[in-house]
């Protein structure tokens, strides 16, 4: 009996406990507690610079009369209480709101405040003043609305309250429930009329619970003017009538989030973060058309294809021909006309460093000026493979920093650049002629983000944009080693692929500033007739090779030599050291080095103790790391290959993957352990 009396009681504590979380929204800005106040650690993660304490989000609708006609405005308020622990936290003090803009509106932030709470005896109060409160601009159609509280200090807590109105139905604001930093609990309402349809999806590896979902009747006064014409007399007249749709409410929740844990290889943390998004697909008020936004890949060609920014830049080629004339006079080749007209747009026209779905200027002007974003130079690369007989089309994408694309959610926001994609018969190659370093076929890192959608004037389709290519470091070196423990001999190394774009930007026609790096970076090589090849032909490896007297590279003990044999391209530390990754490990390409050293030992020294050969393989044949070693006489050969074999990596693979790295840093630490032998045993 005390057993089921202790079990109800604390199934009651839980229930109860359970109920007060939930019932956060009774806290009201500006009441602090003392014991928010006194807070110095936070117990679920201690490591914690700063913590979440209650973070609440509303979105709705209100009618706004502008310009002598009433609208519907998306109204979003947010009230935020935050625990400083550490200086690290700082950080979170300073918000930066963006706010969209346009010629058929803005949006516009209001009720901003904001306070700092310390604790010196009793709680003082900061407060956020109107004059620290600016206003940027941040890209043609974005600004923002920065501050920084005040008199911050560990121990602080701070609070920020704020409305944004937005003329734009598609802007319905996205609720964040997970930041870099724990959430204790977070909340987010909606109330959205029935004329709206929108496209919920909640994203992320924390779980978000719908607490409740009710619906209510709303009553909107909506006013109008226009000309009397029956009077005759011209004048405005106004009109008003009131619009009674039922509401949808929902209520979304999640309580001790804990903080992302970014590591590396990964793609944007915007993928992973778990929120709740909202995309329009359509709205019609009562008696009124049916207004659609993009609801099928079919709309997304469409508009693209018709847009004057897009599709419509393409049209406008009839300078094109006199340009490529010249170029492939006499060539007979598609692949060989491909190749001279990339080479031209790449050699000809500057990336301006902007990522771009749409053209801001005609591709007449690009090519005169020598200078574009993305789209108008790869729009510019397809217009003139087109005038050149070769099929070729615009791939849209979005980069890896903009996230990845939803298959399920047919939106022209979620692209943000543009690549271009020939067919020579069946076979397809992607090109970008932004990057002056990467040839047909290998699309810059920034591009590396699964998939793509081919627009064609008819249809289009997806496009994998995993590369067909890697990296690949290949080095042999032929070295003799003295008695004395110094290494002397020859280093060839070749860069394939990715790894030969990244080292031909590294040289950037300065070999003699990449001598210089080499032998700064090698202090202790005394590195010798160095000679480069193949820095302009982008379609073959790097190859670097040079002469090197290596000191220090081994340690002499009494009669022993002690040396580490791999010399270059050692992995010295595990990328991966989360206990568990909710995400995926993305390379963004397969990784290989292949190491060769071919090594001379004296004749007065034998091998006493050396690596063991080994091979491990990741399951599903998701890479291998072989290790050989074998000697001949007095010469030894040491002989690894690191293979990652696929750019992606599930977080149900994560822990296979954590302890292959584990198996390659204790393979190449160990040593090669040489003894000095009695030279009259010498045969």
Not at 30 to 42: D, I, Q
Not at 450 to 458: F, P, V
Not at 492 to 515: L, M, P, W
Not at 556 to 583: A, D, S, V
Request: charge should be negative; proline fraction near 4%; glycine fraction near 4%.
């Amino acid at each position: 009996m005390n057993n089921l009396i202790k079990t109800t009681f604390s199934l009651l504590l839980i229930l109860l406990a359970g109920y007060s979380k939930a019932d956060n929204e009774k806290i009201k800005f500006g009441k602090v507690s003392v014991e928010e106040l006194e807070m110095t650690v936070y117990q679920q993660d201690t490591s914690a610079a700063a913590v979440i304490l209650y973070d609440s989000g509303s979105s709705y609708f209100e009618t706004e009369y502008i310009n002598d006609n009433t609208d519907f405005i998306c109204k979003f308020e947010r009230h935020v209480r935050i625990k400083i622990l550490k200086p690290e936290g700082f950080d979170f003090a300073t918000f930066k709101i963006p706010l969209y803009h346009s010629e058929n509106g803005e949006e516009k932030t209001s009720s901003i405040k904001g306070r700092t709470y310390n604790l010196d005896g009793k709680i003082l109060i900061d407060k956020l003043e109107k004059n620290s409160i600016f206003k940027e601009e941040t890209t043609p159609n974005w600004n923002r609305i920065k501050f920084t509280m005040p008199n911050i200090k560990v121990g602080s807590v701070i609070e920020v309250k704020y409305q944004i109105s937005s003329p734009f139905k598609q802007n319905f604001k996205a609720w964040q429930f997970q930041y870099n930093i724990p959430v204790e609990y977070s909340k987010y309402n909606t109330r959205i009329p029935s004329y709206f349809n929108y496209q919920i999806t909640t994203k992320g590896y924390y779980p978000i619970t719908k607490l409740k979902e009710t619906s209510r009747p709303e009553n909107f006064l909506i006013k109008y003017k226009e000309i009397d014409n029956q009077s005759g007399s011209a004048q405005m007249i106004e009109h008003q009538y009131n619009l009674t749709p039922i509401s949808n409410i929902n209520e979304y929740y999640a309580e001790n989030i804990p903080s992302f844990k970014k590591e590396s290889y990964m793609l944007a943390e915007e993928n992973y973060l778990s929120c709740i998004e909202f995309e329009l697909q359509s709205y019609k008020y009562d008696y009124g058309a049916l207004h659609n936004f993009t609801s099928s890949w079919e709309d997304v060609q469409n508009k693209l294809i018709k847009s004057d920014y897009f599709g419509g830049t393409l049209k406008k080629d009839g300078f094109v021909e006199d340009v490529i004339a010249p170029l492939i006079s006499g060539v007979q080749s598609e692949e060989e006309k491909m190749a001279i007209i990339f080479q031209s747009v790449q050699n000809s026209i500057k990336w301006n460093e902007k990522n771009k779905l749409f053209c801001d200027n005609s591709l007449r002007s690009v090519w005169k000026e020598k200078s574009g974003s993305s789209a108008e130079i790869n729009l510019l690369l397809v217009a003139m493979l087109r005038k050149a007989g070769i099929q070729a089309n615009p791939v849209a994408l979005s980069t890896r920093q903009n996230g990845i694309i939803h298959p399920s959610h047919p939106t022209i926001t979620q692209m943000n650049y543009v690549v271009a994609c020939a067919k020579i018969g069946d076979k397809s190659y992607l090109m970008d002629a932004t990057d002056p370093y990467c040839p047909i076929g290998i699309l810059p890192f920034r591009c590396l983000n699964d998939k793509g959608r081919l627009i064609t004037e008819t249809n289009s389709e997806w496009i994998n944009l995993d590369p067909n290519k890697g990296s690949k470091i290949a080095i042999v070196s032929t070295l003799i080693l003295t008695e004395e423990g110094q290494l002397e001999g020859k280093i060839s190394e070749a860069f394939y692929d990715y790894k030969g774009v990244d080292i031909r930007k590294t040289i950037s026609n300065n070999t003699e500033g990449y001598t210089e790096k080499l032998k700064s970076d090698y202090e202790d090589w005394n590195i010798t007739d160095i000679e480069y090849k193949n820095l302009d032909d982008r379609n073959n490896p790097v190859q670097i090779s040079y002469m090197a007297e290596i000191e220090n590279a081994a340690n002499m003990e009494g009669e022993r030599i002690y040396l580490n044999p791999i010399l270059k391209y050692k992995t010295h530390e595990n990328p991966f050291k989360l206990e568990q990754r909710e995400y995926p490990v993305n390379f963004g390409y397969p990784i290989t080095v292949n190491y060769l050293l071919l090594l001379e030992l004296p004749t007065n020294f034998t091998i006493e103790e050396q690596p063991k050969s080994s091979k491990i393989v990741l399951p599903d044949n998701g890479g291998e790391y072989i290790y050989q070693i074998n000697k001949s006489a007095n010469k030894v050969m040491i002989k690894y290959s690191f293979n990652t074999g696929k750019s992606q990596y599930l977080s149900s693979e994560y822990e296979y993957l954590k302890e292959f790295y584990n198996h390659v840093i204790a393979k190449e630490n160990q040593i090669l352990v040489l003894k000095k032998i009695d030279p009259t045993s010498i045969k």
